[in-house]
């Protein structure tokens, strides 16, 4: 078989069951969907370029609050004392406990960042069809997909921390609007690498099929 | 027309970047790779269906253990209080973080909660070569589920939680929490076990 993509033989890979079919099974309104698991069929993901731009724009608008604001606020005996991401990562450090706060340092700060620079990139290079380095690239997005729900660590550390510590008059966590905001962050990039389509940055490497 | 056997080859695209491989039989635990990106294609995994039932089984049992008994005891200043795994998001309802307890709700107990049932209820019919009412549907759903069960990156917000009380209080862990880490356990092994090209392809010659 000579080397060629689904595309080019006028075929569709089923993101869900893999199956390879033509596109011929149609829904009820019409749409085409896979002969064996249902799902929507289509030669790459919809608007997938315009949908992950979306999210990454505002996932970055985000990204300002969810750092400046505080992400949670310990109270203990009427004194509060704001923790923002940086700074809960800090006091880590400041405990001793190396290698949690070197976790949570990647999980909350380098994650995130790695997931906009990247998609940013990713999304850029199929914007201006570029030719260079596919494989290191279709790297990247796989890293990028992999990686993103573990920056939830601080949001869970947050549930657990309220729920543990409510002495009302002695010591209360109230969570912050920063927790909010970075929580949406962790969404948004996530939801970007579901929608962007590294078969894109394939694409603008071989000659048009049709 | 289904292409998945054409002229008796199967024919796979690589989801990465889309190129056409013409499938081999692999043997136990080896796997395939695509020639242009090298993205995984399938895997051969051993008695797959069997090992993925069995460990959602056991996943669903530590997963009620996890819900029902005390989660962790916080001990400050000669008083003590206890939570569950849901007081958090309870908490957190009060406290006017509707949007964050949503979320928490939903990739630490709703998401896990339906993939291992949603798991056990098609692959068990499955292994007694029946298909259950829905069955793709259902395993189609499972599969988008997947990235969104975070049981595991809880367990991690647990940890540094105990981390950062242990200077000032005491954090006694309870049955649930035990049922927590083995839950992480049975649902990752669940998960490294499943081969969802051997579901789909049973699919093909069950019974509906």
């Known amino acids: ?210 | 027309m289904k292409m998945g056997n054409t002229a008796g080859h199967f024919i796979i695209a690589c989801q990465d970047c889309d190129l056409l491989h013409r499938q081999r039989l692999l043997h136990d635990g080896e796997r395939a790779t695509c020639s242009r990106c090298g993205a995984v294609l399938y895997r051969k995994k051993r008695n797959s269906l069997d090992y993925t039932l069995v460990f959602s089984m056991t996943a669903l049992v530590f997963f009620l253990m996890a819900n029902v008994f005390p989660f962790m005891t916080f001990k400050y200043e000669g008083r003590v209080q206890e939570s569950v795994l849901f007081t958090g998001v309870k908490e957190l309802f009060v406290q006017d973080m509707w949007a964050v307890a949503t979320l928490v709700l939903f990739v630490s107990v709703v998401i896990p909660l339906l993939k291992v049932i949603g798991m056990i209820y098609v692959l068990l019919p499955l292994k007694l070569h029946h298909q259950p009412w829905q069955a793709r549907r259902i395993f189609r759903f499972v599969e988008v589920l997947h990235p969104w069960a975070m049981v595991d990156v809880y367990m991690l917000g647990v940890i540094v939680a105990m981390v950062k009380l242990n200077d000032f209080a005491t954090i006694l862990p309870g049955a649930a929490l035990y049922s927590f880490a083995a839950l992480l356990i049975s649902m990752a092994a669940a998960g490294a076990a499943l081969d969802p090209h051997d579901v789909w392809e049973r699919f093909d010659v069950a019974k509906e």
């Open chain 1, 1 to 210: 078989m000579t080397p060629m993509t689904a595309a080019q033989a006028s075929l569709i890979s089923c993101t869900t069951c893999r199956l390879v079919s033509r596109n011929r099974s149609l829904s009820i309104k019409g749409d085409a969907i896979c002969p064996r698991c249902g799902a929507k069929l289509a030669h790459r993901k919809p608007n997938s370029l315009t949908r992950a731009w979306a999210m990454i724009i505002a996932a970055y608008i985000l990204y300002i609050p969810a750092n400046v604001y505080p992400i949670m606020t310990v109270i203990s005996f009427g004194k509060g004392e704001p923790d923002t991401i940086l700074s809960g990562v800090e006091s880590l450090i400041a405990s001793g406990w190396w290698p949690l706060a070197v976790l949570v340092f990647f999980a909350s700060i380098i994650v995130p960042l790695i997931k906009l620079f990247g998609l940013t990139y990713l999304a850029a290079s199929v914007q201006c069809k570029w030719q260079w380095h596919p494989k290191q690239r279709t790297m990247l997005y796989r890293i990028t997909e992999a990686v993103g729900r573990w920056s939830m660590i601080d949001i869970f550390m947050i549930t657990i921390l309220v729920a543990l510590v409510r002495l009302e008059a002695i010591a209360t966590i109230e969570p912050g609007a920063g927790a909010t905001s970075f929580a949406a962050v962790v969404v948004l990039t996530m939801f970007a690498a579901m929608s962007f389509d590294p078969r894109l940055m394939w694409d603008a490497i071989e000659p048009r099929h049709d």
